[in-house]
């Protein structure tokens, strides 16, 4: 697991009160890549990843109920102009319950390593185990 990014994670989520616990890290699970093109919409709480070896399309967590819904989704870049991540997402859970609360999205350029959160959104998927096997 990628600590820098989890971090990242963990930090945002702190200063937006609903702290991050569990994590999952996005591998495609066609070709094993850890590498993504990536499009959002935070708004409508919807992401898509792009593998960049096989180029194979995955909608995560959730995002495939609501996909249909969402008009348009914007590609993700660092500010370094590139746009190939390395994808982790974090969960904060409803107190002694093993339902999510709020997801974030984290993302960790390939080309100069900069990592954050790139979009964050209520959630609310009953079994946050289910919804992180899903990223
Ligand atoms: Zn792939
Ligand atoms: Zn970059």
Redesign the pocket.
């Known amino acids: 697991m990628n600590t820098k990014l989890r971090s990242q994670i963990v930090k945002y989520s702190t200063e937006n009160a609903y702290i991050a616990e569990h994590f999952a890290t996005a591998i ?1 699970s ?2 094993r ?1 850890e590498v993504f093109r990536l499009v959002m919409n935070e708004d409508e709480g919807v992401a898509v990843r792009i ?1 960049t ?2 180029e ?1 399309e995955h909608a995560i967590g959730d995002s495939n109920e609501y996909l249909e819904d969402v008009e348009e989704l914007y590609r993700i870049e660092c500010t370094c102009d590139a746009n190939q991540f390395k994808i982790m997402a974090g969960v904060a859970l409803y107190e002694g319950s093993e339902d999510v609360r709020w997801f974030y999205l984290g993302c960790e350029c390939v080309k100069c390593r900069l990592s954050g959160v790139y979009g964050d959104w209520k959630n609310e998927f009953i079994g946050y185990q289910a919804l992180l096997d899903n990223v």
Do not use: A
């Open positions: 495609c066609t070709c890549s593998c070896s096989c194979g």
